[in-house]
Antibody, heavy 119, light 108 residues
Framework: QVQLVESGGGLVKPGGSLRLSCAAS????????MSWIRQAPGKGLEWISS???????SYADSVKGRFTISRDDAKNSVFLQMDSLRVDDTAVYYC?????????????WGQGTLVTVSS | SYVLTQPPSVSVSPGKTARITCGGN??????VHWYQQKPGQAPLLVIY???ERPSGIPERFAGSNSGNTATLTISRAEAGDEADYYC???????????FGSGTKVTVL
């Protein structure tokens, strides 16, 4: 079945870095765009980054210049390099597959990985 | 940037119908998608392309979109429908994905 599994979350100090990974299975990974979405404690969903099949990238303003999305089709994985982390980056980070075509939605989602930025 | 507005909460009695709105400027001209998120779980797609249901989603979930409002309708509400619901669309002009602020549905 289609599955996404995130890893790499943890506790990091402000200004530090962390690299999240998302391993995909059950579908032809190279055919799909992928995305990272986060949810701060008790808050709503916030899209933060996406990557196309050709590795073109887009970012929310809140993370642009600090986060970098990448993919490795040989490993069926998408990554999120997070630098210059701030306290307000604390959240559960989900990876999600983006639907094909000109109308885009997220399905499925991984279970999420918690990132805590605190001194 | 495009903004989607949802009511913070909706209450419904068991067996009755809940309607969750998602407001946006001329949203009827865009495609809207809906997610259900239960506590401690990842979001789950329940409606895509305004009104299409993924396999496994009960027919009790229906979507519509017109004018400045998209609506998720839950018929014959059950206790298991208690969750947060989010609307979402893709703004192709900016290549940004937008979520509504979420609506907490309580069945009581």
């Amino acid at each position: 079945q289609v599955q996404l599994v995130e890893s790499g979350g943890g506790l990091v100090k402000p200004g530090g870095s962390l690299r999240l990974s998302c391993a995909a299975s059950g579908f032809t990974f190279s055919d799909y765009y992928m995305s990272w979405i986060r949810q701060a404690p008790g808050k709503g969903l916030e899209w933060i980054s996406s990557i196309t099949r050709l590795s073109d990238t887009s970012y929310a303003d809140s993370v642009k210049g600090r986060f970098t999305i990448s993919r490795d089709d040989a490993k069926n994985s998408v990554f999120l390099q997070m630098d210059s982390l701030r306290v307000d980056d604390t959240a559960v980070y989900y990876c999600a597959r983006i639907s094909w075509g000109e109308v885009r939605w997220f399905d499925p989602w991984g279970q999420g990985t918690l990132v805590t930025v605190s001194s | 940037s495009y903004v989607l507005t949802q009511p913070p909460s909706v209450s419904v009695s068991p067996g009755k119908t809940a309607r969750i709105t998602c407001g946006g400027n001329k949203i009827g001209g865009r495609s809207v998608h809906w997610y259900q998120q239960k506590p401690g779980q990842a979001p789950l797609l329940v409606i895509y392309y305004d009104s299409e249901r993924p396999s496994g989603i009960p027919e009790r979930f229906a979507g519509s979109n017109s004018g400045n409002t998209a609506t998720l309708t839950i018929s014959r509400a059950e206790a298991g429908d208690e969750a947060d619901y989010y609307c979402q669309l893709w703004d192709g002009s900016t290549d940004r994905y937008v979520f509504g602020s979420g609506t907490k549905v309580t069945v009581l």
